[in-house]
């Protein structure tokens, strides 16, 4: 599934109605009192948190999202109808910002709303206007405006478990074999350009485009890495059997979340030993006492071996479930 995770649109809200300059028909006479009823409010522009990862997607080339007006004012006083809201569906995670003022705010939870734009109050009708001493007024008030901008929306959170590590550390593979996802899968130190997305048991795992030393300074994709990092639940990381040194692999990468900060290294960790096959089993039980003695728990993973596939699932699912 390709992700879009950042774009920008523009809203509307709804124009106030006007108030109506309107008079009381009273049998026998001409007029009676002023009577012109209130416009109604203009519709607001309002953003709610859907679990759809791929609505972004949607809205490429669209036209700007408009509120309805307000109704204006009718006779007898009667308020005029107010204009329908606008909701804008963004993915669970998202971080929004009105260009115009930088005012920020996110959506964290499913169903979240948040009120973007205001809708122009409704005008005055004449009746509003009647007093002791003005018994007939002619005065009334067209509908304000509503508010308008553009905004940027920004995903975050893409996923309950980011899968990270180096490039070529088996992620997308793994991604693979565990979920539905269909993710392009190469021989080689680079890396692909956006996360990739599939399900298990429910839980939605990403593989995150691979870390490179210096990607905290912008190297590489640089930030664009750890941004899709820094709003998953928990992390996967995955370190290649066919590394020199996998405990200096490991490390690489966590000196990336921890120089990059915004609490990167203290999310909850498990750590997979990736490509399993390629290597002895007692050359995997040296990678594993290496990883033990700094206090690390890891767990072997080939995708040639469907008991190997199981305990990793099994793990993830647990692991996931306390997280």
């Known amino acids: ?3 879009v995770d950042r774009i920008t649109i523009h809203a509307s809200a709804g124009r106030g109605g006007d108030g109506v300059v309107r008079w009381l028909h009273l049998k026998g006479k001409e007029k009676g009192g002023p009577a012109g009823g209130d416009g109604g409010k203009g519709g607001d522009v309002r ?3 859907v679990r759809d990862l791929a609505i972004l997607a949607r809205y490429r080339g669209r036209g700007a999202f408009r509120a309805e007006p307000g109704e204006a004012g009718g006779n007898e006083d009667m308020h005029g109808a107010n204009g329908e809201s606008v909701t804008i569906d963004v993915p669970v995670g998202s971080v929004i910002t009105r260009l115009g003022t930088g005012e920020t705010f996110e959506l964290i939870e499913d169903g979240a709303e948040q009120v973007a734009l205001r809708g122009g109050r409704g005008g005055y009708g004449n009746a509003h206007f009647k007093s002791s001493t003005n018994q007939n007024p002619y005065e009334f008030r067209t509908g304000a405006a509503g508010e308008a901008d553009a905004f ?6 893409i996923a309950d478990a980011g899968l990270i590590g180096l490039p070529n550390a088996g992620k997308s593979t793994l991604l693979n074999s565990l ?11 680079f890396t692909t350009l956006e996360p990739n997305l599939g399900v298990m048991y429910g839980y939605v ?3 995150i485009p691979g870390l490179i030393e210096g990607a905290h300074a912008g190297k590489g994709l640089g930030h664009g890495f750890l941004r899709h990092i820094s709003r998953t639940r928990v992390l996967i990381h995955c370190v290649s059997a066919e590394e020199e040194d996998q405990l200096a692999a490991y490390k690489t990468v966590r000196s990336e979340l921890e120089a990059y900060g915004q609490g990167l290294s203290q999310k909850p960790e498990l750590v997979f030993i990736t490509k399993t096959d390629t290597i002895s089993a007692s050359r995997l ?5 290496l990883f033990s003695q700094e206090g ?7 995708i040639l071996d469907d008991a190997s596939l199981k305990l990793a699932s099994d793990s993830l699912v647990q692991f996931l479930t306390k997280a």
């Open 152 to 157: 940027r929306i920004e995903l975050k959170i």
């Open 205 to 207: 795992l990403a593989d």
């Open 1 to 3: 599934m390709a992700l």
């Open 179 to 189: 979920t539905a996802a269909r993710a392009k899968v190469g021989a080689y130190a």
């Open 285 to 289: 039980s040296e990678i594993q006492a």
């Open 296 to 302: 690390i728990t890891t767990i072997p993973v080939t």
């Open 47 to 49: 953003f709610r948190a």
